[in-house]
Every structure is written in C-alpha cells, then in structure tokens.
C-alpha cells in the first residue's frame, strides 16, 4: 500500500493485511493511493523519473525519501498479520467458485479438515530457496514456499531499515487519522469474524509444516519488537 500526497511531502507505506484499506477509504482526492498493485501514479507525479507502466511502490517510495518525503509506514503485529493473509489466500483461491469461501468452505469443515487444507497448500508450493533469504542469513532449511512470497504473507520489516520513518501499529491506525492527519476513518472493511480466526490460529499450529512457518516468523516478530519500542 501507498499513499503520497505530493502538498503535504507524505507518503504513507505499509504491506496487506495491516488495516490499510480504511486509511485508503478514508484518504480524500488530494491524495495518490493504491492498494497492492502498481504505483501507477508516480508517472503522472514525477513523469521525468517514472516511465508509463507497472511502477514497484518500494521503488517509488526510495525516490520519494529521497526528495525529503515524511515517510509513515504502517505496521501489523507478524503472527496476526500472517494468520489473516493465510485467510486471505485460502478465501481468493475459492472466490471464483463462492462468493463467501470463508463461510460457504472453510468455516463448515472440521479442524482436521482445515489443517489438512492448509498442509496442502504448502505442500503444494514448495520450491529449493536459489539464495539466502534477505531477512534471515542463517535460515536452516532448504525450501521456500509460494505462499511467503505473497503480498499479504510475506516479511517485508527488513526493507524499511533504511527509513528514517514514523512508525504506525495497526491498533493506533484510527488515531493517526484522527490525529495527525486530521480525517475521520472510514467504516473498517473487510474484517474477520474473531471465531473463525481463533480456529486458524490453532489450525496452523497443528500443520506439519509448523516449525518452519514458526522459524520463518522469528525475524519478522524481532524487527516488529524493535520498531515498536
């Protein structure tokens, strides 16, 4: 996500799954806003900078710092972050078939059921890592998984070091509109029912493939625990 207001030299960055979609509802005209997809508008910003096209926000958010931008990014405790995009890829891959996949699927099968699911998944994805992982040099084990290269699932806090950025949690999000950017939020969207997200908790814990997702998160819960000091 990113939202630049080139008035005010703000840009706000943040990954899937942080709470973002109502700062973007919320955000008015003035404002350049995408969600996960490409940061088109820098073209139209910065036409001698950014060719027409497909323009990575991380990219566009280096430029920006660069040229003195007040950068905010928004940030979500790792765990819940990554239990609510594993919702999220299990939802879109059933979108197409059922216009609830949560409730029409997944909510009516057992845990058993669920956790095989998501073993699958993983299952599924698994590819030889073909180098080092950015975040974490001495990462035991040889695979990678599809699914931890996805925008709503993936750690992304070791990119945003090199910021000299103002820190967000996603539970202080509604205060930083109110207070420091001076909006109302917009109604929260997209929110998951608290039973069923208790239910992928424990069901991700009882996977096969839980020592790695435990051991993937480790450096992504100590870098969250250092920005939030």
């Not at 009516?108 to 998501?118: A, H, N, P, R, W």
């Not at 917009?186 to 208790?198: E, G, H, L, Q, W």
Request: aromatic share 16%.
């Amino acid at each position: 996500m990113l939202a630049v207001n080139t008035d005010k030299k703000i840009a706000i960055y943040s990954l899937g799954k942080t709470g973002t979609t109502t700062l973007i509802d919320t955000l008015p005209e003035d404002w350049h806003t995408t969600g996960e997809i490409s940061a088109d508008f820098m073209h139209t910003l910065f036409p001698n900078v950014f060719e027409p096209g497909y323009v990575d926000q991380y990219n566009a958010l280096q430029y920006l710092y660069s040229n003195n931008y007040n950068i905010t990014v928004v940030i979500r405790q790792p765990w819940k972050r990554y239990i609510s995009g594993v919702k999220e890829v299990l939802q879109d891959s059933l979108s197409t078939l059922y216009s609830d996949p949560i409730n029409e699927v997944y909510a009516t099968v057992t845990d058993e059921v669920l956790t095989k699911s998501i073993d699958r998944m993983f299952y599924l994805s698994e590819f030889t890592r073909q180098k080092d992982f950015e975040f974490d040099k001495d990462f035991p084990y040889p695979s990678d998984f599809a699914i931890h290269h996805n925008y709503h699932v993936r750690n992304w806090l070791y990119t945003i070091h090199e910021f000299d950025a103002t820190i967000i949690d996603c539970t202080n999000l509604n205060d930083y509109i109110t207070n420091w950017l001076g909006y109302t939020p917009a109604p929260r969207t997209n929110v998951s029912d608290p039973a069923f997200i208790k239910r992928l908790d424990t069901c991700i814990k009882n996977t096969e493939i839980y020592f790695y997702i435990e051991r993937y998160l480790q450096s992504e819960i100590s870098a969250y625990q250092n920005l939030i000091r």
